[in-house]
């Protein structure tokens, strides 16, 4: 495709815009998860089954993302979920009930999994495009929107504490994103063998598979972080209701750092030696701060983690595109599933011991991605 290079800004902003929207969706109900278990009277448990209805949404969603990529195209599926993401986060700021709150973050699974999967296809488009990388920048707006849906969170509950107020306003934000987004958005390029015979979607196997799998464990990393963070800073290292946000803020801030930095590193240094050094960073770091306790070790703790999960969705997904669109959508769903079930696992390990515990599998899993890293031919 020749596009001018005014076009090709509007297009690249147009993306970032997408990675904003969802980051800040992302830590706008994430931010409000202890509000969400006090106004509905939930336990560790019940808030990990409610995390749990979102991951199946994501899963139940692999046929539904691929036929709609498949007739619709990554460009109007964006548009598609993008603007059903806000009147979901306006439901879930009026559930009445458990059962109706469970079935609101469902819905929210499927429309998350559909948008990442999209806007994903759309970066490496605009990659393609300008013959430029981008991929950790696009993620680094992605890291933008929950730091700043963090600081909206922890700026707002000084106002009022009215959780539909705080998400109508959110949902006003995310609305004028997706239509900024519209104008610059590209039809799809990308074509490959399994397109080409008629293939939907494949699970993937091989390199990508080990991708996915390092997706997968980098995303139960951050989607878990921005779910449990604000909880562990108020129920366990016992921060005010002002300072619990923060943890989020601490994440999504290194986190912004490195990935707009991460396109030098990777020609650099290389994926490989990236997402080794870092899962151990992030990996040590937090279990660390796990055992000295307290809420100014929680936060340098969520800092590394940030700054070392930083490269995996990036260097992963513009690995996957070398595989074409199809194992790109692959890849980007399973690191959906990661993010949307590793937080309900957390939930269940903290109402089987303590949160201190949950958090500790976040460590875990920080350090699995250096070990599935290591099984990657990078080269």
Known sequence: MIISSVSLRRSQLAVAALFLVLGFNFGTWASRIPTLKMQLDLSAAEVGILLLASGLGAVFSFPITATLLHKLGSRKLCLLAGSAIPL??????????????MAVMALEGIAVACLNVAMNSQGVEVELAGKQAIMSRLHAVFSLGGLLAALFASGLTLLTDSLWIHF??????????????????????????EQSNGKRFVMPKGVALWLGMIALCGTVVEGSMSDWSALYLKE???????????????VS??????????????????????????GLLAGVGLAMALVIGGVVP??????????G?????????AAA???????????TTMGSIGALMGPPLIGFIAHASNLAWGMAVIALA?????????????H
């Open 298 to 307: 929680a936060l340098i703790g969520f800092a590394l983690v940030g700054l």
């Open 253 to 278: 801030g290194t986190m912004l750092i490195a990935r707009w930095l991460g396109d030098g590193w990777r020609t650099r240094w290389g994926a490989e030696r990236m997402l080794t050094g870092g």
């Open 309 to 317: 999960v930083a490269a995996v969705s990036p260097c992963v997904y």
């Open 88 to 101: 979901i986060l306006i439901a879930l700021s009026l559930a009445p009930t458990f059962p109706f709150a």
């Open 366 to 378: 920080a350090t699995l991605i250096a070990w599935c890293t290591r099984r990657v031919d990078w």
């Open 168 to 193: 109508v306003s959110a949902a006003g934000l995310l609305w004028l994103g997706v239509a900024f987004a519209r104008k610059g958005l590209l039809p799809e390029q990308i074509k490959d063998a």
């Open 321 to 331: 595109a070398k595989h074409g669109a199809v194992a790109l959508a692959a890849v």
């Open 236 to 250: 366990m290292a016992g921060a005010s209701a002002q300072l619990a946000p923060l943890g989020i803020a601490c």
